[in-house]
T-cell receptor
Framework: DAMVIQNPRYQVTQFGKPVTLSCSQTLNHNVMYWYQQKSSQAPKLLFHYYDKDFNNEADTPDNFQSRRPNTSFCFLDIRSPGLGDAAMYLC?????????????FGDGTRLSIL | QQQVKQSPQSLIVQKGGISIINCAYE??????FPWYQQFPGKGPALLIA?????SEKKEGRFTISFNKSAKQFSLHIMDSQPGDSATYFC?????????FGAGTRLTVKP
């Protein structure tokens, strides 16, 4: 089945130690999103790619970076995680035509900071 | 800025009852209103969606009611089942940008 896969499902890192979360998709969608979701809150868009065109949300901290080496993969890098960065990180995809209409989400990576 | 306001934050309903979740939006440029369902440990999944040219859309036990003049829309779950227990997010989109409500945690008691 075509899907969005996030690895790992659970990630524990130390305060200030860089961490990378990964997302892969078999849908061949050209739009990929990264969201941060904290407990009992709405998913918050961090950034998204239209193909290789990177679009950063204005309030996304500089501590968060992203890479998209090809259509199928997208990475979220947190350079110096703080305690406030503990959250669920969701990857989603969409076609360019359907952007803003239907997003297909992965099951997320739950990040814990020690 | 919270562009989509959702209530209640949590909801407990008896099996067979009706679950109602409400959302309100501010941006009149929004023209697509989906609802997402999220089970614990899973990502959100599209449940049902509506465009503002209709006032109601029904799919099985799930119905969206839409009031364009009030800028409000709601999700009704008829004959609620324990398997419906999940977090529900409303969203609003202008084709380029999707904004989510804060979510409602629904518990359906047997």
């Amino acid at each position: 089945d075509a899907m969005v896969i996030q690895n790992p499902r659970y990630q524990v890192t130390q305060f200030g130690k860089p961490v990378t979360l990964s997302c892969s998709q078999t849908l061949n969608h050209n739009v990929m999103y990264w969201y941060q979701q904290k407990s009992s809150q709405a998913p918050k868009l961090l950034f998204h790619y239209y193909d290789k065109d990177f679009n950063n949300e204005a309030d996304t901290p500089d501590n968060f970076q992203s890479r998209r080496p090809n259509t199928s993969f997208c990475f979220l890098d947190i350079r110096s995680p703080g305690l406030g960065d503990a959250a669920m990180y969701l990857c989603a995809t969409s076609t360019f035509r359907d952007r803003g209409l239907t997003q297909h989400f992965g099951d997320g990576t739950r990040l814990s900071i020690l | 800025q919270q562009q989509v306001k959702q209530s209640p934050q949590s909801l407990i309903v008896q099996k067979g009852g009706i679950s109602i979740i409400n959302c309100a939006y501010e941006n009149t440029a929004f023209d697509y209103f989906p609802w997402y369902q999220q089970f614990p440990g899973k990502g959100p999944a599209l449940l049902i969606a509506i465009r503002p040219d209709v006032s109601e859309k029904k799919e099985g036990r799930f119905t969206i009611s839409f009031n364009k003049s009030a800028k409000q829309f709601s999700l009704h779950i008829m004959d609620s089942q324990p398997g419906d227990s999940a977090t529900y997010f409303c969203a609003a989109s202008d084709r380029n940008d999707m904004r989510f409500g804060a979510g409602t945690r629904l518990t359906v008691k047997p």
